[in-house]
């Protein structure tokens, strides 16, 4: 009662963050748009890579191409349904309102998050089948899973920021894949590397280091440079 | 020391070069031009457009 | 600025191609099927200043971004554009005269040396920069997220320039100082670089000023 005329306090930044990461969520699965496009467009490339190569794992040459088919898989699937989180607050209209509650770190972290567990159950479904399928042996799971978190943090981190800055152009179809695919190469190499070393039992090493550091770099230079994104 | 062909390719490079810098600085004189006939001094060019239409 | 320092500036480029193409000793140390010390290796006194104002012209569009970020002011944005623009024709044609030689002495003109890469990647992601120009109307958006996608290149940048051609494979390309080379073909490529850099700025202020009209004046240079 005594609180009643005082303003409400402002939550935590991890209160702001984790509210926000849920919305995305909520609206998600009240429309299952990202997730359909995102599934299907991973299971359709799965069923013509296993319908036109076959069980390439069965011969020693043909397993180094499994990870970087997985990760061209990954990516996208990624340039598919990713960006849909920023073009659908611009188009919605809801995107005014959100830069007038949320901070705009607050809100990079919730939508980043919630795109990267997005691409985690993403590649939980698709790695395991596509292995199976294409009969792909795998040496060192643990290392296998580290690459794949690896990349998927930097897939995230990146087409957040991108996302949020196709979102406000005109032409926005390929605009996507033209500006993320650049950043996200250099991410996609040393994660094919870092898989392909735990695939055949090498150990990770250097390439999933430097994926890591890649990461790191990636979500400082996306946490400057996002409230210049986002305030016009 | 070199060969013969080296004369020629330091021949047509310097043809070339000539030939670029003479069209850049036309150019450079061009822009010049305008700049001073729209009142436009480079520290202007930030301001709001002098002859709108 | 004067035409007397643009004719300086040619007569320094013109010194540095008589030079390289007539005077200089031939660098050894090239491995591939045109031998050890090829005349071909010449290219060197166009290629390596084409890489170097290259380089340095993004790392200027990236520091004129910031510029532009910082104070809002339409000239940095414009001195920017200028200079990707700009820094995109030398990155074509290094990689256009890297991939000649690499005809010539290593037999293919591309077999993704990570240098190579490198360039290939920034020119992708300078090309995304003009692209995100064309895509976006509204002037100030515009200004703004070119400004931050060419920033954000240089986050990417240390990582395509440094880290990567000494992690990923093997290069053909020697490390700086690393081919037995005399002094003077050194002197002759620093001096390439200088020159080219001079020209690389002198092309992007012209470059910038053509922008800068344009926004004011629509006819201008159509």
Sequence with gaps: MSGAGLPPRAPSWTAETLALFGKEWRCELRTRTALSTIGLFAFTTLVTVSLTLGPIGATEEMRPAAPVLLWLILLFAAAAGLPRSFVQEEEAGTADTLRLVARPSCLFCGKALYNFTVLLLLEALVTPLFFGILRVPVADPLGFAAALVAGGIGLAVGSTLIAAMVAQARVRGPLFAVLAFPILLPLLKLAVDASLAAASGAGAGAALELAWLYDAMLTIAALMLFPLVWHP | MFQDGNLWLAAVNLIIWTGLFLYLMSLERKIGRREDELGFEPSDADSPPPTAE | ?222
């Design chain 3, 1 to 222: 600025m004067s035409n007397a320092l643009r004719w300086f500036l040619w007569l320094w480029i013109a010194g540095v191609t008589v030079a390289g193409l007539l005077a200089a000793p031939l660098a050894q140390g090239f491995a591939g099927r045109a031998g050890d010390a090829p005349e071909s290796s010449r290219i060197v006194y166009f290629h390596v200043p084409l890489a170097v104002t290259s380089f340095v012209a993004f790392l200027a569009a990236a520091v004129w971004s910031a510029l532009y970020l910082w104070t809002r002011r339409p000239r940095h944005d414009d001195a920017a554009h200028a200079g990707v623009e700009v820094g995109l024709v030398f990155c074509v044609l290094a990689t256009v005269t890297g991939g000649v030689w690499a005809e010539v002495q290593w037999g293919a003109f591309w077999n993704w040396d990570p240098r190579q890469t490198s360039i290939a990647l920034a020119i992708l992601f300078y090309g995304g920069y003009l692209s995100l120009r064309g895509a976006v109307e509204d002037p100030d958006t515009r200004a703004r997220l070119a400004g931050v996608y060419a920033v954000l290149g240089f986050v990417v940048a240390p990582f395509l320039f440094f880290i990567m051609p000494r992690t990923v494979g093997t290069s053909l390309h020697p490390e700086p100082g690393g081919a037995r080379m005399d002094a003077s073909i050194l002197w002759i490529v620093l001096a390439g670089i200088a020159g080219q850099t001079a020209l690389f700025f002198w092309l992007q202020s012209l470059r910038r000023r053509i922008l800068s009209l344009r926004r004011t004046d629509l006819r201008f240079g159509a």
